[in-house]
């Protein structure tokens, strides 16, 4: 894949190039025979992953269905899926009776969760995120599955360490991160009895110039409101990488106990006051600071992604000159802060 140094100047473009498929993403789904699903396709990253497995598939000349499952909440919600000739199927996958009529796949990418307003309701935080997964992984038990899960579920560690690496013992913190670790539990489980191969993604953090940590940070310049950097690192991807990393992950999914796990996030742990220092150049603003940094964040090493998939194309500081120019213009924001500086967990 070409690496990027010119700015999206408009949505279309945005999600042109966070979904254009390089040569080893094409090269993935010529291993794979059947159709691909994308559950939970109405979030964030949903729309860019489908399109990016649609395009691939373009390439191939193959007759393969791109299927997005997803509540979608509206017919209008469907429409950038079908105009790219990606089927949808409206559907809650908490509702147990709508597996036996889901079409099967080869393949499915699992995106579905809840995580906002959910601290104090921890029976739908295990609505959602343990007893949804495992209704999914039943149904899919022959398929192969990229089950995306978050870097939550690592204990806070200190930017010195270079941040956790998979093999990690896992310390959720707050009832959202112990619901993720549920989350890859009943994956693991289901993999276990049905030897389905399986690959967690522990994101950490995705951006898209819409959304992510840097767009929260340059949002709070502009509106002049201190920047809290009591969590005070972080580390965050361009989309388009994360997109194709979770695709190519297929190729090396396995059944447990040899499950991949896998961190996906940036190359470099980043430091929230310079990095809003930077945005605050970029933009000529004056950035005003409130707290002090803690010594330890949630941090992810990804030298294990790096070393199977490459380097990101976009690297962070070009991110950050991009996220600057996008927010700074006052082009379309999705209005769904990613509250990285929540240090308690609770959402």
């Known amino acids: ?191 276990g009895v049905h030897e389905t191969p399986l690959v967690l993604i522990r994101l950490n953090y995705s951006v898209d110039l819409r959304y992510g940590v840097l767009v929260d940070l340059a949002a709070k310049i502009i509106a002049g409101e201190p920047i809290d950097v009591t969590m005070g690192y972080f580390n965050c991807l361009w989309q388009g990488d994360a997109v194709a990393w979770t695709i190519r992950a297929i190729n090396h999914a396995c059944a447990a106990p040899e499950a991949l796990v896998l961190n996906v996030t940036g190359s470099r742990i980043l430091s929230v006051r310079e990095v809003a220092e930077s945005l605050g150049a970029h933009l000529n603003y004056v950035v005003n600071f409130s707290g002090e940094e803690t010594e330890t964040a949630w941090l992810s090493n990804a030298e294990r992604v790096h070393r199977l998939f490459g380097m990101p194309r976009v690297c962070e500081n070009t991110l950050i000159g991009w996220v600057a120019e996008w927010v700074g213009l006052g082009r379309p924001l999705l209005g769904k802060p990613t509250h990285f500086e929540v240090r308690d967990g609770r959402y």
Do not use: W
């Open 1 to 191: 894949m070409r690496r990027v140094q010119h700015c999206p100047q408009s949505v279309a473009e945005l999600d042109e190039l966070a979904s254009e498929p390089d040569r080893a993403v094409v090269e993935t789904l010529s291993r794979i025979d059947g159709d691909l699903i994308v559950a939970g396709a109405g979030g964030k990253m949903g729309f860019h992953l489908a399109l990016m497995l649609r395009r691939a598939l373009n390439e191939l000349g193959t007759g393969q269905k791109v299927i997005a499952i997803s509540r979608f909440g509206g017919p209008r919600a469907r429409e950038p899926f079908e105009a790219a000739g990606i089927e949808t199927i409206a559907a809650d996958l908490c509702d147990a009776s709508i597996y036996a009529d889901l079409p099967d796949a080869e393949a499915v990418f699992f995106l579905a969760g809840k995580k906002f307003g959910t601290s104090g309701s921890p029976e739908e935080l295990r609505r959602f995120n343990e007893e949804m997964p495992s209704l999914v992984a039943g149904r899919y038990a022959a398929s192969r599955i990229v089950a995306m899960s978050t870097g939550c579920v690592y204990p806070f560690v200190a930017p010195e360490t270079g941040g956790s690496i998979e093999s990690d013992r896992p310390s959720p913190v707050g009832g959202y991160a112990l619901s993720c670790l549920g989350r890859e539990r009943a994956f693991l489980e289901a993999s």
